[in-house]
Structure formats: C-alpha cells, structure tokens
C-alpha cells in the first residue's frame, strides 16, 4: 500500500515541555514518551492542556522550554510542514472551496508527489475510508462522520509517520461516535502508525488506546495501560476521571499487615490495602460504583455499610443507585441491571466491597474539592 | 426615550401590519428615492442623444472617456488587491506591537477627504514643494499616470480594510491543517487562504472599481488634458446635454454589466491552487523572501500612500504662522464662501448620516433575515447597484429626473437625496452582514422568553449590532463629506470639496498656502469627528 511506503514509524519524546501563554502555564514540565505504532491518548478535562500539547508535537505553536523529539529528530523550531505529521482537528478543518478529493490529494500535491502518484495514494485512502462514491461532493455536502473521515484520509494521505488527532470524534452524535473509534484504530493499526489521540472522554480513551497519560492543569498525573489507570489509579483525581469513584473521608484506625482498618466519618469501620499511611493518618478511601455488592436489608458481611436508597435510575445496562450510609455520606452504586434484584427508593440495603478493589489515598494538601475541581 | 412610548412601540411593533408597514416603506422610499429616479433621469433625456451621433469628433472624445475610465478603474483595481493583499497580511498577522500603529496609518488616506487628497498628490508628484524638489523638475505632471496614483491611493485603504476583515474572519485552523499537510506558508496563503477569502478579494476589488469609476472632484484636480467619464460628464454637461447622457449611460450599463459578470464569474473563478511548486514557494516562504516582501509592502505604502496622502499638511502648517490664518478666521476673501461650504458640508453628511439611519436599517434587516421571502434575494442585489453607478452618471440623472418632474423641489433637497442615494448601499451593506452575524437563535430565544419585535431590535440586534451601526454610519458621514462629482453635477451648491476644486482649478484666486490651509481644516475636522466616533464605539468599531 502506497501510504505505508518508505515510512519508519516514529517514538515521539517530549523532554521537560513548558508552555505558557502569558502567565497561564498551559503545559507544565511535561516528559512523555510514546512508542511506534502505539495508540496513544492524552485525556484529561478541558483547559487541562492536552490540545496545547498536541499542537507543540505539532509545531504549530513552540515550547518555552525543554525538548521534542519524533524519531531521533529533534524537531524544535522545525515548521509544521517538514514534521511529517498528519493532524486531524477536532473541527477537521476541511477546506471548503475544495471538494473531498481535491483535499484528500492536496498533501501529495504541495509535496511535490507528482500529479500520477497524488492521485494513486487519494485513490487509496478514500477506499481505506470507504468514501470513493463521494470524491466530488464539498465538506459541505458531507455528513459530519464523512467529513471525519476524510480529514482522517486527508492526514493519511499527506504520508504522515504520526497522525495526531484532537478530539476528533468531538463533534459527532454518540452512535457515530462509537463506531468511528474503532475505525480509526483500525485504520492506524493496518498502516501501523503512531497515533496521538486527544479527548476528555475517559470511556473513548480506554476503548481504543494502547496507553493513556491522564492530565490536569498542564501536568501529566498518570501514564498506563486502560487497565492499569483503572485497576490501580496512584491519584484522587485519576482514580475519579478515569471510571469514577466514590470517595469516603476518614483515618487509619488500625494497620494489620498490608491491610488498614479505616475509620469512616460517623464511625463506621472498613477495611482496605494499605499504601504506606501510618497509625491515624488522614485519608481518603476510592470505592468505584460497580465494586459494591448491594444487597437488601442490613447484612453483617465483612466491610459492610449500611444505607437507605435515596435514588434509583435504569441506565439500560445498568441500574444506578444513590445510598445514603448511615453517616450520612452519599455514595453511588451501579449494579447490572439483568443480573441482579432491583431496589426500591427508601428500602434498608447493605453495601459491601473486597478491600483489594478499593483506593487509598492520603488526604490532599489542597482538600478533597480542590483535587476533584476538573476546572 | 420614555419608558411608557417604549413599552407602546413594543407592542405596536407585533402587529403584523405594523411590522410589514414599516418594511413596505422602506422598500418603497428604497425605490422612490434611489433606485428609479436616475433610471428615470436618464430615460426622460433619451431623445437628446441624437445630437451626439450626429457628432462624430464628439463621438470619439466620449468613446475615449469612457475607455479611459473602464481601463483606468481595472489597472488601479488590480494594483490595489495586489498591493492590499501582503499589507493587510501583515496587519491580520503580524504578532507585533507596530501592526496595530500599521492598521491605523493603513486608514489615513480614508480620513482625508478625496479633494484633498488630490491636491495633496499634486504637491507632493507635481509642484516644486514636493518630492519634485529632489529631480529638479515635475516628477509627475497632471495626467493620467497621476490620475491611477490617485485612485490606488483613495482605494488602497479600503481594500486593506476589506481583506484585513476577511483575514480576521478566517478560521485559522485551514492554514494550520495545510503547514500540517506538508505546505509552506507561501503554499498555504495561495491555495487555501486566498481559495477561502476569494469573496472578500471579489468584493475589494468592486469596491476599488466602483470608486475608480465614480471620483470626480479630485481626479480634475491631477487631470491635466486627460479626460474621463467623470470629467467629461463635468466638461459638457452645461453645453452638450446629449452627450453628457451618453456617456452617463455607458459608464451606468457597463459598470453594471462589469459588476454582474464578476460576481457570476467571481464564484467560478478558480485560484491556481491544483498545482503546487514545493522547491520554489519553499524557498520565497522564509524569513529572507518574507523581509523582502514586508519591506517593499512597508516602502509602497509609506512613499506612495501615506506621505504624498498628507502632504498637503505642510503647507498648512505653513500658513497657520502668516496672516492667511487670521483672514480666515476672519472670513475675509475667499473664505467667506469657504465656511459657508464647510457648514453645508458637514450639516449634510449629518443629515444623510441620520437619513440613512432611517430607511436603511429596516432594509438591511429585510434583506439580512430574508423577511420577504425572494423579494428579499432580489433586493439583497439591487441595493449593490448604487455603489457601481458612478457617482457623477448619477449626479447627473438625478438632476434631470427631479428637475423635470419636480421643478420647485429646493437645490438643498437635490443634494440631500443625491448623496442619500450614493451612500445608502454602504450602511445598508454594513448593517446586513452585521445583523446575518447574529444567530437567528439568539432573536428566537429572545422572543420565546417575551420580548415583542421592537424589544428584540431594543435588546438584542442593536446591542450586537451598535458596532456595525457605528461603523456604517461613518462611512457615509466620510463618503457624503468627500462626494464631489454627484454634488457638482446635481447643482450649484457649493460643498467644501467643490469649493477646493475651484481654488485648485483657479476659478477662484487661491494661493497655494490658502488652498493648503483649506486642506489642512477639512482633514482636521474629518479627523477630530472620526476620533470622536471612534471614542464613542470604544475603539472597536470599523470603518
């Protein structure tokens, strides 16, 4: 396939990267390294600086300080035309005096490709995007999942090692949405590129990334594996975006081996992995929703907690309850909804988790608000 | 306004009849006043044409007129969007402090009346004062080749102004997708900026042909022995009557015809953007190439525009330290007749100002919001038309429709209605596109939470659109100050640029330092009026 000729797949090393736009410090002393052919996501709330990053990989704007490097070029300072990158925009940026064609080919044809293999290489990315029967059509007259898929051939096609994508699946409904993300992994995959995805969408992020770096007000927080971000969040915050917790305040009563007895607010006791907190340190305890088992009326199951449902809501593949525990902590609980008995609003129910699928944390500095405030 | 004469505008304003009334008027006052009496004007004096044909030497001297003003307006045309385009790209683009001192000096030529401007450009190219001082003789002598100095000087503001806005406009991300799809930045200005922008560049280049076509009073001022249509409307319109209508006719079908045939064949117009020549634009794209260009962007606009725009200051200057200062205040000959211009001058860019106010703003919401269906489509073009007949063509035909049908209508009413005329398009222009920015949620929402058609213009269209409004409404007090050749044409009244060029032409004895003075108080008071506009809208309005 002509798109994947006399490409070598790029690592991009991001060194020490600070960006600021006046006094706001939008990338803070960021190190990243992204392998060939990995799937990459930056996730993270808006105004975090994840776009701010991607543009830096980019070069569309420069870092103040420290280094960028695709493959073993150090490309600081070197314009977005000679990066060799494909960037698709979260608006994608199409332009409109030109049809879907004429944007598909213009990266061959300011490269200089030649007229003959412009047109082999477009031929080729519009089958890959199953798009051939509308080469005439303006952006105007296309959807918005064809316009993303020729923004995604566009960058293709241009001949790009790394394709960087800025939340381009932002702008479409959920249905379509859903089914372009694996389509875009497929495609980067069979071409084995290097793809840097940005978005805030947790759930879009773990369906299709190799690894995600999780950020927050300019600094990368965590970087893994979905399954790793989930399974073991090293923060508050990373440990709610990723997935979402519940989060219960309370002291370390009693360490017994590598598990902590933890004191709840109102007294209640339960018990969790310990991280290294000592004897009456503050903490905070991160049970996820799905970790509870719900059952109905008061059980005295080991890290029980006992609660009145307070809200019930069907999700469809999941009910959705709101328990408020008897020290008057609210928590959330989902349970499938085709595998388990329904509750009904103001009924007695015992909530219990296995102290391996809970999170401990040490009470932040800055309060629990200020470490979940994603603006 | 009174709370309660509010409150019954609001309401009257839901009724239908109300509503549609008002919209009725203004297409009617729309019709009356502007866009069939030079039609008529022209038609009444049909039968005078004969005695042109059967005049072949005045023939051929009307033929040449208008050859010389249709290749005159499309040179200077192409000149300007050539030379406006890397100017206004180092305004629009430009992260320097100086871009924005750029974007201003770019206005100054706007800013000093057109009569003026021309015989600031005779001093500077032509007398001994001027840059003529350093050749030892005339560099430029009055003619045609200082005509299309003049008219890419009067133009190049307004085309900067046209493609700095398109630039703002635009969204940046094009530009950065293409630098991503393997462009250079000369690359990406020539295929996708300039692809994108491409109405704007149409629309300054109309811009710069309509004002090519219609000035009059400053163009006599560098003419020397060249002749145009202006000027020879203005040379025969008192002895040959028939030629005079000939040639306003020409210069109103061909004008017309050239502004169709651009819009309809503007759109197909395809930029050369199919191919692309990396190694060449690769190396014109960098800093060096760039330089370059900026420098000689920077050296055009400070030699040909701005310096010989205001040198007419000098001699200004100069006589604010004689006795010429004194008799003017004074008003002693021939200054008397010179305030009374100064007054007529600027109490009729008010009233045309406050006029326009009036019967464009419904107009510019009929055909903004399409309020009448397809008659709104059909009026969206008509109300181009003015801004491409020529101002004196016009001048012209009016004088013969209200002077033929309406015998006792006053000089002062021609005059009003003749700048009226010429100056509608540009408020109702900047209106429309100001009110087409406006979601039309925005109204909806305003209406769903109670608010009656008036209220919604009261607290929504006008709030966002006050800018705009500003805006238009400077540019017709500017353009109604300059207008020379319609208020010539149209009567004997005497406004401060016909009065300039009557000093200049020597019809009336002025020195120069007199003629220079007098310049020197029009731009001054242009100045501090657009200063204090500019003030009011808080420094963010256009003009």
């Known amino acids: 396939m002509e798109v994947k000729e006399g490409i070598s797949m790029p690592d991009v090393r991001l060194v020490n990267v600070t960006k600021k736009f006046g006094k706001i410090v939008a990338v803070d002393n960021v190190s990243l390294h992204i392998k060939d052919k990995e799937y990459f996501s930056i996730l993270g709330p808006s105004g975090c600086g994840k776009t701010t990053l991607l543009r830096l990989i980019a070069g569309l704007i420069e870092p103040d300080e420290g280094e960028i490097y695709i493959g073993d070029r150090r490309v600081n300072n070197v314009p977005p035309e000679d990066r060799d990158v494909g960037f698709?925009?979260?608006?994608?940026?199409?332009?409109?005096?030109?049809?879907?064609?004429?944007?598909?080919?213009?990266?061959?044809?300011?490269?200089?490709?030649?007229?003959?293999?412009?047109?082999?290489?477009?031929?080729?990315?519009?089958?890959?995007?199953?798009?051939?029967?509308?080469?005439?059509?303006?952006?105007?007259?296309?959807?918005?999942?064809?316009?993303?898929?020729?923004?995604?051939?566009?960058?293709?096609?241009?001949?790009a090692k790394l394709l960087l994508l800025d939340e381009p699946l932002g702008h479409l409904d959920a249905k379509v949405r859903n089914e372009l993300r694996y389509e875009v992994r497929r495609m980067t995959k069979d071409l084995e590129l290097t793809a840097i995805h940005v978005t805030h969408d947790q759930s879009e992020a773990m369906a299709i990334s190799d690894r995600i770096a999780v950020m927050k007000k300019g600094k990368v927080l965590q970087v893994g594996t979905p399954q790793e971000l989930y399974m073991n969040p090293q923060s508050i915050f990373v440990a709610n975006f990723i997935g979402g917790s519940n989060f219960l305040e309370g002291f370390i009563a009693e360490t017994k081996g590598r598990m902590s007895v933890i004191e709840l607010r109102g007294g209640l006791k339960v018990q969790a992995v310990n991280k290294g907190m000592g004897k009456g340190e503050?903490?905070?305890?991160?049970?996820?929703?799905?970790?509870?088992?719900?059952?109905?009326?008061?059980?005295?199951?080991?890290?029980?907690?006992?609660?009145?449902?307070?809200?019930?809501?069907?999700?469809?593949?999941?009910?959705?309850?709101?328990?408020?525990?008897?020290?008057?902590?609210?928590?959330?609980?989902?349970?499938?909804?085709?595998?388990?008995?329904?509750?009904?609003?103001?009924?007695?129910?015992?909530?219990?988790?296995?102290?391996?699928?809970?999170h401990l944390f040490a009470y932040p500095e800055l309060g629990l608000r200020e470490e979940l405030a994603v603006e | 306004m009174p709370k309660k004469f509010v409150e019954k505008l609001d309401r009257l304003s839901s009724r239908p009849m109300v509503k549609y009334g008002v919209y009725l008027v203004a297409v009617i006052l729309f019709f009356a006043l502007i866009l069939v009496p030079p039609i008529l004007g022209i038609v009444i004096k049909w039968s005078s044409m004969q005695e042109i044909f059967g005049n072949s030497q005045l023939m051929n001297r009307a033929l040449d007129a208008v050859k010389n003003s249709f290749v005159m307006a499309v040179l200077v045309s192409i000149l300007d969007v050539a030379a406006g385009i890397p100017m206004a790209w180092l305004i629009a683009r430009s992260r320097s402090k100086w871009a924005n001192i750029l974007d201003t000096l770019a206005d100054v030529p706007f800013i000093v009346p057109t009569a003026v401007l021309g015989y600031s450009l005779l001093l500077f190219w032509y007398r001994p004062e001027g840059i003529s001082a350093f050749f030892g003789g005339s560099l430029v002598s009055p003619g045609w080749f200082l005509v299309a100095l003049l008219h890419f000087t009067f133009s190049y503001p307004v085309v900067v102004r046209v493609i700095v806005g398109a630039l703002l406009d635009y969204k940046i991300e094009y530009e950065q997708a293409a630098r991503t799809l393997g462009a250079p930045p000369f690359t990406t200005a020539r295929t996708v900026t300039f692809g994108i922008i491409k109405p704007s560049l149409i629309a300054a280049f109309i811009l710069a042909f309509a004002r090519s076509i219609s000035e009059t009073g400053a163009t006599m001022m560098v003419a020397g022995a060249f002749e145009n249509g202006p000027i020879f409307i203005q040379n025969t319109k008192d002895v040959y009557v028939g030629a005079t209508v000939f040639v306003s006719l020409i210069l109103i079908v061909v004008s017309c015809l050239i502004f169709a045939a651009v819009r309809v064949l503007g759109g197909k117009l395809k930029l050369p953007f199919k191919k692309a020549w990396p190694t060449v634009e690769r190396k014109i794209s960098y800093s060096s190439a760039a330089m370059t260009r900026n420098g000689i962007t920077l050296l055009t606009f400070f030699i040909i525009i701005l310096i010989p725009s205001l040198f007419a200051a000098l001699p200004a200057f100069k006589a604010a330290s004689t006795d010429i200062l004194h008799n003017a205040l004074l008003g002693v000959y021939p200054w008397g007749e010179y305030w009374?211009?100064?007054?007529?001058?600027?109490?009729?860019?008010?009233?045309?100002?406050?006029?326009?106010?009036?019967?464009?703003?419904?107009?510019?919401?009929?055909?903004?919001?399409?309020?009448?269906?397809?008659?709104?489509?059909?009026?969206n073009v008509l109300v181009d038309i003015p801004i491409i007949v020529p101002s004196v063509a016009l001048?012209?035909?009016?004088?013969?429709?209200?002077?033929?049908?309406?015998?006792?209508?006053?000089?002062?009413?021609?005059?009003?209605?003749?700048?009226?005329?010429?100056?509608?398009?540009?408020?109702?222009?900047?209106?429309?596109?100001?009110?087409?920015?406006?979601?039309?949620?925005?109204?909806?929402?305003s209406r769903t939470l109670g608010a009656?058609?008036?209220?919604?213009?009261?607290?929504?269209?006008?709030?966002?659109?006050?800018?705009?409004?500003?805006?238009?409404?400077?540019?017709?007090?500017?353009?109604?100050?300059?207008?020379?050749?319609?208020?010539?044409?149209?009567?004997?009244?005497?406004?401060?640029?016909?009065?300039?060029?009557?000093?200049?032409?020597?019809?009336?004895?002025?020195?120069?330092?007199?003629?220079?003075?007098?310049?020197?108080?029009?731009?001054?008071?242009?100045?501090?009026?657009?200063?204090?506009l500019r003030l009011i809208v808080g420094g963010k309005g256009r003009y």
């Not at chain 1, 944007?103 to 490709?113: D, H, S």
């Not at chain 1, 970790?291 to 449902?309: C, H, M, Q, S, W």
């Not at chain 2, 705009?468 to 109604?480: E, H, L, N, P, Y």
Request: aromatic share 10%; net charge positive.
């Open chain 2, 340 to 379: 009374q211009s100064l007054v007529l001058s600027y109490s009729l860019g008010a009233a045309v100002t406050v006029l326009n106010v009036l019967i464009g703003l419904p107009m510019a919401i009929i055909v903004a919001r399409k309020r009448l269906g397809k008659t709104s489509s059909a009026l």
């Open chain 1, 282 to 358: 503050r903490v905070v305890l991160a049970v996820r929703p799905e970790t509870f088992t719900i059952k109905r009326g008061k059980d005295a199951d080991e890290n029980a907690l006992f609660g009145v449902v307070e809200r019930f809501a069907f999700e469809g593949t999941n009910v959705r309850y709101e328990v408020r525990l008897e020290n008057q902590d609210l928590v959330v609980v989902v349970a499938p909804s085709m595998a388990c008995e329904w509750f009904n609003i103001g009924e007695r129910v015992t909530l219990s988790f296995q102290p391996e699928n809970a």
């Open chain 2, 395 to 445: 001048g012209v035909s009016l004088r013969f429709f209200w002077k033929e049908t309406l015998a006792f209508i006053p000089d002062i009413l021609l005059l009003v209605f003749a700048h009226l005329a010429i100056t509608y398009p540009y408020f109702v222009r900047s209106m429309s596109a100001a009110v087409e920015r406006i979601s039309i949620e925005l109204e909806e929402a």
């Open chain 1, 88 to 159: 698709v925009f979260q608006t994608f940026a199409l332009f409109p005096h030109m049809n879907a064609w004429e944007n598909v080919t213009y990266g061959p044809r300011v490269k200089g490709f030649g007229m003959q293999k412009a047109e082999r290489i477009g031929h080729e990315v519009l089958e890959m995007v199953r798009l051939h029967e509308r080469l005439d059509a303006f952006p105007s007259e296309l959807s918005g999942g064809m316009m993303q898929r020729v923004a995604v051939a566009r960058a293709l096609a241009a001949g």
């Open chain 2, 452 to 532: 009656k058609p008036f209220c919604v213009f009261r607290t929504v269209i006008f709030p966002l659109t006050k800018y705009s409004m500003f805006s238009g409404a400077i540019m017709v007090f500017t353009r109604s100050v300059s207008e020379t050749g319609a208020t010539m044409a149209v009567t004997s009244l005497k406004t401060t640029p016909v009065v300039l060029v009557d000093w200049v032409k020597g019809k009336i004895a002025a020195t120069s330092l007199e003629i220079g003075l007098g310049c020197g108080f029009l731009i001054l008071i242009s100045f501090i009026i657009l200063l204090a």
